[in-house]
């Protein structure tokens, strides 16, 4: 796989290599965010899981808007206006001192996340040929894992969970990587290609080409119930290590076991994709489905420290698996013209991700934090449901492929 990176185009690497420093800046401060806000404000893990919830739906909802605008007007717009605002909003968190100003800033957050990750995702399937997307997903997702590898550990060092300078300094990573894919991007004159073509392809055009392609529409359940599980794994479970009694130090060991995830991730990533790489995508995503689902309950079953890390790696082994094709699958789905709504549209698939706090914080509200493992048990089983579904989806994809196959076997034959 790695015989391609000679091929990777200079834009592609500098979003993968911006990605690891916006990676790293992010998790210095965002996942300590819940923390603060409980431990230091005082405010209630529900209050906090409601402004988590509210921000990341608006950022699902925008999601389509921007994948969809980056086919229409161009990447580079997207992506420069979205970059250089985060970088603001982030600087802002270091200004506020109410419960409203971080619920107004957090959502800005989320709406520029959802501007520029669809487009930067279209943008590298944009500059980069078939036999090398593989390759250019999975580094940009290697990317995200090493900084998120070592932020969470450099967050706790800086006093994250108590104070809100991190998230200045978060900020300022964020402004200096716009100004590199400013500087990329003019150079290489890209962003804005095609835009005659993709004009003609209206929002309302895109959104009913979305909604009768059924095995999209399917993944896109399938992962909102995945995502219910999975999200427990951060604010949640930051919550309940940071305040249940069964804990010593619950937020020193909530950033180790995050750093243990990226450093799993890193570590196992490309030997699982190169065991997986000639299967189809779908297989991989529905082995990992069901990997996280029980993983989930492992973190309401145990408070032995050691215990708590095998089930963070065995979490990410799934994850390894749900996440790593998951651009793949989308960027074979995606009719050229419409590679950025596709990507777009995947925000939808995050309302599991969106509910999953919100959830969890009531959970942890309606059981107490003593007993809060509870909540981690019962969204186990919710998120076990995602297992047969992907099945059928897997099912779907199959045929779709054999229909796609026969045609081309038929055009070659008739030409």
């Given at each position: 796989?790695?015989?391609?990176?000679?091929?990777?185009?200079?834009?592609?690497?500098?979003?993968v290599i911006g990605t690891l420093f916006v990676r790293?800046?992010?998790?210095?401060?965002?996942?300590?965010?819940?923390?603060?806000?409980?431990?230091?404000?005082?405010?209630?893990?529900?209050?906090?899981?409601?402004?988590?919830?509210?921000?990341?739906?608006?950022?699902?909802?925008?999601?389509?808007?921007?994948?969809?605008?980056?086919?229409?007007?161009?990447?580079?717009?997207?992506?420069?206006?979205?970059?250089?605002?985060?970088?603001?909003?982030?600087?802002?968190?270091?200004?506020?001192?109410?419960?409203?100003?971080?619920?107004?800033?957090?959502?800005?957050?989320?709406?520029?996340?959802?501007?520029?990750?669809?487009?930067?995702?279209?943008?590298?399937?944009?500059?980069?040929?078939?036999?090398?997307?593989?390759?250019?997903?999975?580094?940009?997702?290697?990317?995200?894992?090493?900084?998120?590898?070592?932020?969470?550990?450099?967050?706790?060092?800086?006093?994250?969970?108590?104070?809100?300078?991190?998230?200045?300094?978060?900020?300022?990573?964020?402004?200096?990587?716009?100004?590199?894919?400013?500087?990329?991007?003019?150079?290489?004159?890209?962003?804005?290609?095609?835009?005659?073509?993709?004009?003609?392809?209206?929002?309302?055009?895109?959104?009913?080409?979305?909604?009768?392609?059924?095995?999209?529409?399917?993944?896109?359940?399938?992962?909102?119930?995945?995502?219910?599980?999975?999200?427990?794994?951060?604010?949640?479970?930051?919550?309940y290590f940071a305040n249940a009694p069964q804990f010593?130090?619950?937020?020193?060991?909530?950033?180790?076991?995050?750093?243990?995830?990226?450093?799993?991730?890193?570590?196992?990533?490309?030997?699982?994709?190169?065991?997986?790489?000639?299967?189809?995508?779908?297989?991989?995503?529905?082995?990992?489905?069901?990997?996280?689902?029980?993983?989930?309950?492992?973190?309401?079953?145990?408070?032995?420290?050691?215990?708590?890390?095998?089930?963070?790696?065995?979490?990410?082994?799934?994850?390894?698996?749900?996440?790593?094709?998951?651009?793949?699958?989308?960027?074979?789905?995606?009719?050229?013209?419409?590679?950025?709504?596709?990507?777009?549209?995947?925000?939808?698939?995050?309302?599991?991700?969106?509910?999953?706090?919100?959830?969890?914080?009531?959970?942890?509200?309606?059981?107490?934090?003593?007993?809060?493992?509870?909540?981690?048990?019962?969204?186990?089983?919710?998120?076990?449901?995602?297992?047969?579904?992907?099945?059928?989806?897997?099912?779907?994809?199959?045929?779709?492929?054999?229909?796609?196959?026969?045609?081309?076997?038929?055009?070659?034959?008739?030409?």
């Amino acid at each position: 796989m790695f015989k391609n990176l000679s091929g990777v185009h200079p834009v592609a690497w500098n979003i993968v290599i911006g990605t690891l420093f916006v990676r790293f800046a992010s998790t210095v401060s965002m996942p300590f965010l819940a923390i603060y806000l409980t431990s230091v404000k005082h405010i209630s893990p529900a209050m906090v899981g409601v402004m988590l919830t509210v921000s990341s739906f608006l950022g699902v909802f925008f999601s389509f808007i921007g994948g969809s605008l980056s086919d229409r007007i161009g990447r580079k717009t997207i992506l420069l206006c979205s970059i250089f605002l985060w970088s603001i909003t982030l600087i802002g968190f270091g200004l506020g001192d109410t419960f409203a100003w971080f619920f107004v800033l957090n959502s800005i957050l989320n709406i520029c996340s959802s501007f520029f990750e669809p487009s930067s995702r279209a943008l590298l399937s944009d500059l980069t040929d078939e036999k090398s997307k593989l390759l250019v997903f999975n580094l940009r997702y290697a990317a995200i894992n090493v900084g998120v590898a070592v932020g969470p550990l450099v967050g706790l060092y800086l006093g994250s969970s108590r104070s809100t300078l991190p998230f200045v300094l978060s900020g300022i990573v964020y402004f200096f990587y716009g100004i590199t894919l400013f500087y990329m991007l003019s150079k290489y004159k890209i962003g804005e290609g095609n835009q005659t073509q993709n004009n003609k392809v209206s929002m309302k055009e895109s959104f009913s080409v979305l909604r009768k392609d059924i095995i999209f529409a399917l993944t896109i359940v399938t992962i909102c119930i995945y995502g219910l599980g999975y999200s427990q794994s951060f604010s949640t479970m930051s919550q309940y290590f940071a305040n249940a009694p069964q804990f010593h130090d619950g937020v020193k060991m909530y950033a180790y076991l995050t750093t243990i995830n990226a450093v799993t991730v890193v570590i196992l990533q490309f030997p699982i994709v190169s065991r997986m790489k000639n299967f189809s995508p779908t297989v991989s995503m529905m082995i990992g489905n069901i990997i996280v689902s029980l993983a989930v309950a492992g973190f309401g079953l145990f408070t032995n420290f050691y215990l708590l890390a095998i089930v963070m790696i065995v979490l990410t082994i799934g994850e390894i698996f749900a996440f790593t094709f998951t651009d793949v699958f989308v960027d074979q789905l995606a009719p050229e013209d419409l590679k950025g709504t596709y990507f777009g549209a995947m925000g939808f698939s995050k309302l599991g991700f969106v509910f999953g706090p919100a959830l969890g914080g009531s959970l942890l509200a309606y059981f107490g934090y003593e007993k809060g493992g509870h909540a981690f048990v019962i969204i186990s089983a919710i998120a076990f449901l995602s297992f047969p579904m992907m099945f059928f989806v897997n099912r779907l994809f199959q045929k779709r492929k054999e229909v796609e196959q026969q045609t081309d076997t038929k055009l070659t034959v008739n030409s």
